[in-house]
Structures are given as C-alpha cells and as structure tokens.
C-alpha cells in the first residue's frame, strides 16, 4: 500500500550465514554481511543484518544496521537502519533506531527511539509546524 523510497543499507535478502535450531552460542558474536540465527544465543551481538528466525532465540544486546525479528529477542537493539519485527516475532528491550516496522501480531515491549539525520529533521519540522498554530 505504502512504498518507502529510501534504500536500504543492509540486504537481509542474502544471508551469508545460517546458524540452526540444533546449535546453542554463549559468547560474543561480531561478524560482516547478514546472519541468520535460528538458534539459541545469549551474549552480544554486532554486526551488519541479522535474521533471528521464528525457532531463534536471542538474548542479548544487539548493533548492527538492520534486522528482522521472526523469533524472540530479549535484550535493547541499536540498528542504524532498520528494525523489522515479524507477526511472529517478540522483542522484549529498548529500541534506538532510523525506522522500525511492526507487523501485526508481533509483540514489542519496551521504549523506542527513532535516531537520525532524517528523523531528527522530520520531528522539527512537526514541532514547528505546530508553534505556528
């Protein structure tokens, strides 16, 4: 219905990495390119794009420039870029991020922070707008 015109920074078409429901990672991940988690994670997670599927379950602090949330996320998430939470995803944390999207069905519980040059310039102009007023 609504078709957005920016570009996207990270393509989470193209997973460079599948980690399966049959592995448990404790510790710290840092990586390049788009991941896909649909395993169990506790630890921080850094990097470009991840997928957390809907058999993944993550708890942890999570960077990186975009995401897709199918499965449960427990922990705050910075993305530079964007949040995708799917109807079957959860994400229980905090939100810093350029654009979110939450499809119905999803659950977010936590507070969110929209960030970024663009976002910051649309906020002012509503503020404006509404001093005229």
Do not use: P, W, Y
Request: glycine share 12%; hydrophobic share 35%.
């Amino acid at each position: 219905m609504f078709k957005s015109n920016t570009v996207e920074v990270t393509n989470l078409d193209k997973v460079d990495t599948l980690i399966g429901s049959n592995v448990v990672i404790e510790g710290k991940i840092k990586a390049t390119g788009t991941i896909r988690l649909d395993c169990q994670t506790t630890g921080d997670i850094e990097g470009q794009g991840f997928i957390i599927g809907e058999s993944g379950s993550v708890k942890s602090d999570i960077q990186c420039e975009s995401i897709i949330i199918a499965g449960k996320v427990e922990g705050n998430v910075t993305a530079k870029d964007k949040v995708h939470i799917k109807a079957t995803g959860t994400l229980i944390g905090d939100v810093e991020v350029g654009r979110m999207i939450i499809d119905e069905g999803a659950i977010f519980k936590g507070l969110c922070k929209m960030v970024g040059k663009t976002n910051i310039e649309k906020a002012d102009g509503i503020e404006k707008d509404e001093k005229k007023k």
